[in-house]
């Protein structure tokens, strides 16, 4: 399938899936003529300033404030938001953040929800930013689910809301597209036969990239560079994938210290201890002698998410995506193994974009998040074509403020090289 046909216009028309969409908030993403003016402003500031992972936080939390009232989130007994593990026709997937949310009644227990309830749940629990929810969300019912709802599992049964047909096979069937390689504590889906199924050895090696006690961006991003090397070294159909690879794994690593650290007093920005990381992994034991039970994510008793007057927005998460950039290039490396381990060829981001944009100007003013939101738009050829139109017509609301040059076309022979692309997806 070609994409050319279908590119990410900022002009097209009003669909469906715009009305599922809450209107105000949808209003304030459309029309914000703001939001191009400080993605450029961002990206120069941070030139200035590479001095490490989080080099973004004091551009994004200035003035950090804590209010326990306000932050605190009650899942004690009694509250309606008591853990309750998931019965075996849940849906659970490869997001540990979703996962906990469904197994707290934040979101709905079978793990099947709309794009309204996954806004909700993911800005009220977590403070996550209005545009990055809503972003994420329908990219979720666009690729995963029917326009309106997806799973954050596997395919939703007919008893659980979900329609029969190819759509909706959720995140864990949604491999290249939102799921990607080199998770932090999920295998690869052609290393291990699945892509969702945490490995207690994966979260201790996480855990030794962060000694003394606690978890931070900084170990985050090198243990990604870890993960990154040692899937090229051991998965021979490895694939950094134009938006898997560019825009899910980085979040796969910073959600983990943005979303789920502990707010206090003391720590405003977040502490994220090992015990609290456990919990929201579904990981017990200690240092040394963890064991992932599956189903188990669980939101910390005595949890205080992160502050909303600085929620982690797009522009944030973008800032924070691109100094992991800095310090490690390979992470925009678009490529992977050619059928054998230690093979990594990387294409031509010039060839890719039809010349549009290269590896240099990949990463001045807000190309990258064009490009992100652009390639967002890229999915494998078992996406129906009802599905792409309304998902490129959203993107291209999204982006329109950003003044994105005109992406044309993707051309995907330059991916078919790689196995890990091409090979058709088999789920477990
Ligand atoms: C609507 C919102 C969200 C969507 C669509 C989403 C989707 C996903 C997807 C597709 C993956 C798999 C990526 C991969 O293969 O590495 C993933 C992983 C992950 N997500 Fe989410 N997610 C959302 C919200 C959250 C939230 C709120 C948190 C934190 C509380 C979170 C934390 C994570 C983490 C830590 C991983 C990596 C898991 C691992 O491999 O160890 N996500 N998410
Ligand atoms: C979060 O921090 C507060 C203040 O230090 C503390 O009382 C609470 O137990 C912490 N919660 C977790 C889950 O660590
Ligand atoms: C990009 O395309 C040019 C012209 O077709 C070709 O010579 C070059 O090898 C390509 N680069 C990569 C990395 O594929």
Redesign the pocket.
């Known amino acids: 399938m070609k994409f050319s046909s279908r590119v990410v216009s900022a002009s097209a028309a009003v669909l469906p899936l715009v009305n599922a969409f809450p209107a105000k908030l949808y209003d304030v993403i459309a029309n914000d003529p703001q939001i191009a003016a400080r993605t450029i402003e961002l990206a120069k500031t941070l030139q200035g300033r590479q001095t490490g992972a989080d080099a973004a936080t004091a551009l994004f939390e200035p003035v950090p404030q804590f209010n326990a009232a306000d932050q605190y989130i009650d899942v004690s007994e009694g509250s309606g938001h008591e853990y309750v593990a998931p019965g075996p026709d849940d849906l659970r ?6 996962n ?2 469904a197994n707290h009644g934040f979101l709905p227990h079978n793990g099947y929800a709309t794009i309204s309830q ?2 909700d ?2 800005t009220t ?2 403070g ?1 930013g209005p545009q990055l ?1 809503g972003f ?2 329908i ?2 019912a666009a690729i995963d689910g029917d326009l309106t709802a997806w799973s ?1 599992g596997g395919t939703p049964s007919v008893a659980q809301g979900g329609l029969l047909g190819p759509l909706g096979n959720g ?1 864990s069937g ?2 290249n597209k ?9 295998p690869d889906l052609y290393e291990a036969g699945n ?2 199924i ?1 490995e207690t050895g ?2 201790q090696d ?1 855990i030794n990239y962060c000694p003394g006690g606690q978890v931070d961006l900084d170990c985050l991003t090198d243990f990604r560079s870890y993960r990154f090397d040692q899937q090229i070294a051991n998965n021979p159909y490895f694939f950094n994938g134009p938006f ?1 690879g560019v825009a ?2 980085p ?3 910073t ?2 210290f ?3 650290a502990n707010h206090s007093a003391e720590y405003p920005v977040g502490y994220l201890s090992y015990d609290t990381i456990a919990s ?2 579904g990981i017990e034991g200690t240092n040394g002698n963890y064991n992932a039970v599956q189903g188990t994510e669980r939101i910390p008793d005595n949890w205080y998410r992160r502050a909303q007057a600085y929620p982690y927005e797009l522009e944030y998460f973008i800032s924070d995506l691109i100094n992991a950039a800095v310090l490690h290039p390979k992470f925009i490396n678009i490529g992977g193994n050619t059928g054998t381990v230690n093979t990594f060829t990387g294409v031509s981001v010039t060839n890719l974009t039809g010349g549009l944009f290269n590896l240099q100007t990949l990463l001045e003013g807000n190309n990258l998040g064009c490009f992100i939101y652009q390639l967002s738009a890229q999915a494998k050829p078992d996406a129906l074509l009802g599905a792409l139109d309304t998902l490129t017509d959203t993107i291209g609301k999204l982006i329109a403020p950003l003044s994105c040059p005109q992406l044309e076309a993707i051309d995907e022979s330059q991916l078919e090289q790689f196995p890990g692309y091409t090979k058709k997806a088999v789920y477990s």
């Open positions: 997937g490869p997001c540990p953040g979703l906990a949310m996954y806004i749940a993911t629990v977590v996550m929810a994420l969300s990219l979720g954050m995140l949604s491999h939102y799921e990607s390689d080199a998770s932090p504590t999920r892509d969702y945490t994966q979260f996480l898997s899910v794994q979040a796969a690593y959600f983990i943005r979303y789920m929201w992994f």
